[in-house]
Each structure stands twice: as C-alpha cells, then as structure tokens.
C-alpha cells in the first residue's frame, strides 16, 4: 500500500502579532522546501463584521488594536543564518474561508488622494461589506454590485530586521513589512534577506482584490487561508543585490519601500536593483542593462498612503537570455 503524503503544518489565525522583532519566539518551525499553510487575520484584527463597525481615524485603530495589520508567526525557518536569503514561494490563497466575506474602510485622514494642507473635510467614514463566493467579491455600488474576480495578494510580509522591532504596519528594504503589492501573490516567489538565524517569518493583510497605489487606504481586507514553500537559499548562491525580490515564472523584479521615501524615489531605487542583477547575474554592461530596461521594464505601484510608499519594477525573462 502507497505511504500517504505527510500533512502540511498548518498555523492557526490566533497566532498573531504586531510587530515584526528578531526576539519573539517562533510559533512553529519548518525545515528548507517545506510548506505550510498560515491562517491569516484581517488588517483590523477582526473587528469588522458589519457595516456598523467604522474607525474615525487610523489613530483610534491604533488606540483601540494597538495597531494594524497582524501578521501571523513569527516562523522559523531551519538552516537559514544571516546573510542567506529565503524563497518564499506562495503557492495559494483561498480567502474569506471562515466569514465568506471581506470589506473595504473608508477613514478620515488616510489615503493616497488625502491632503494635510487642505482646507476642505475628509471624506466621512465608511465601512462596505463585501460577499466573497465562487472566487468573486461582489462589490455593491450604486444600489447593485459590481462582480470583482478574485485576485488574491499578500500586502504584509517580511522578517525579523536587523535592529529594533518593527509595527506590521510600517515598511523598510531590510524586514519588507507593509507595501501592499499585487504581485506578492501565487504562484510568485518572494525573496527576502535573513538578518538572524531562521529569518522569523510572519505574514497576514491578505487583500481579495486591490488596484495599484491603494488609493483609499484600504483594500478589499479579509480573512485568508495561505500556502507556502520557504526554501533556503546559501549566502554564496543567492542572486541578491540590495533589495527584496519578487519573482514570477516569465519575469523578474525588485521591490522598493522605506517607509517616508516618495513613489518616484522608490521606482528609481526599485529599477537600480533590476539592473544591478541584471549586471552581476545576466552578463549585462551597466550600459547595456540601463538602456534595455529603459524599452521593456514595468513598474507596478503597492501604494502611495503617505507615508507608505512603494514600488515594483521588473523585466520579462526573455529579455535576459
């Protein structure tokens, strides 16, 4: 008889935090090329279940939750030591799998359209609910709903960072953290720099749908049910430059946010990686590199929610055989 396959270790949504930080215990441990499957929480900790539950500001979500954006872990990761990097392959996202919704806020104060030097009101505050079924968010406006195909995406991952510990909610090149970009999403790879040993990865904020910049604040947020394959990646092999990497099967990329830095900084940054691993890895001239990536490569925009800011660029693999 045929041995059956072993279990996939599974994380439950309890296991939660706010911070990324090099000295919390990990709550599970994984071996190199192992999958897991992490149950996710909601950027607001699960507060919101009704339309009823509105934030006046992202102040009193932080007065009332401490914070936003639980990342579930931290988890260890065996044979990882600074100065490797892991892949962090995600392979599915089933979302909303407990409330078979999600929903998207509407606060004061927050978002990418949103001025401090304004003598008009903000927008009030809103919360809209939205029925997630059949790998569609049923979005309603205008008195009907608009049917939204799921397009599922982490928008906080990262590890433990060098120093300091670091709120999920805020973002930096060395831990990654919140940058809500749509290609953190299956079945790309993320890379990310291990600064102590078992990198402590810790992940949540799954987003069902979001357009680039994030412009509200706040994406369709839900519930998510998340599978990956973390895989070690030696010191001497890794193909990294400065920053955090996404990869996909028929392109590669770069990921810029530092917290603070503006859009078209962290593009600049973000295309600086590409064609530095273009250079060290692809046998690129710098001349070369910067003129070809100047004709085919893309930039994909996470956020632009003052002071969050962040960017992708990447280049279709055929260009670089």
Known sequence: MASSAPAIARIKRDQVQLYFDPNVPPVATIRSGESIIVETEDAHWGS?????????????????????????????????????????????????????????????GLGGLVSNYSL????????????????????????????????????????????????????????????????????NTLVLP????????????????QGDGEISGAAIENQADVRLTVTVIPKAEAQYCALPQINGDEWIGSIAAFGGVHSGDCIRAAYIDVINRMVRFHGFTMEDAYSLICQVGRVRIGQIVDPLYSAAVTIERRYLE
């Open 194 to 209: 291990v600064h102590v040993d078992g990198a402590l990865l810790s992940l949540g904020d799954a987003h069902i749908a």
């Open 48 to 108: 919101i279940r009704s339309a009823d539950t509105v934030y006046q500001s992202l102040a009193e979500v932080f007065a009332t939750l401490g914070g936003a954006n639980p990342v579930t872990g931290p988890i260890y990761v065996d044979g990882a030591r600074a100065g490797d990097c892991i892949a962090v392959r995600i392979d599915e996202i089933v979302c909303a799998p407990v409330q078979g919704q999600g929903y998207t806020v509407l606060t004061p």
């Open 120 to 187: 008009q009101p903000p927008l009030g505050p809103r919360t809209t609910m939205v029925k997630a079924t059949d790998g569609v968010a049923h979005f309603p406006v205008k008195g009907k709903t608009v049917a939204i195909p799921f397009a599922p995406f982490l928008g906080t991952i990262g590890v433990a960072p060098r120093g300091e510990k670091r709120l999920s909610y805020f973002q930096g090149a060395d831990f990654l953290g919140n940058v809500d970009l749509p290609l953190i999403g299956p079945p």
